[in-house]
């Protein structure tokens, strides 16, 4: 489906989020290696916050999104798959987690690119950011090492 509402994609923007959070929470119980699972803790809490944040940018512009049209976003393309919480090993769990910021940054990325309004694009585009520094931390975990040897 085409997100070409300003209101499409807040409101994927924040069920995203709160997916992301959801599983993050189960990926949490789910690991062994404690820096994994307090890297996945606060990845949980910082998908809350996003989440929050993204009602609270849709409500805040509500005014201005009416008239504005968006082309080139499709949900299909950035949807999260709730089997990512299946993992049943650490390697598979943060290969999970590594996916679940991947497909953000790429959303967060795109849609700041289409967003006709500054302030969100902003909101967007560092979002994206985080995104790309929460990969960075999860790569550095050393579990990584095994993700090129297990599947």
Known sequence: MALTTFGAIMGFAAEISGKAEEIYRVLTQKANDAALREVLRGLSEEEGKNHDLMLKARRENVTEMILEPVTGLHQEDYEIDPKAAD??????????????????????KDASSKVPLPEVSRIFRKAAQKKEANLAKLQGLGLSQTLGSSG
Do not use: S, Y
């Open 87 to 108: 993992a049943a090993d650490d390697t598979g769990l943060l290969r999970a987690a590594m996916m679940l910021e991947e497909r953000g940054k790429r959303f967060f």
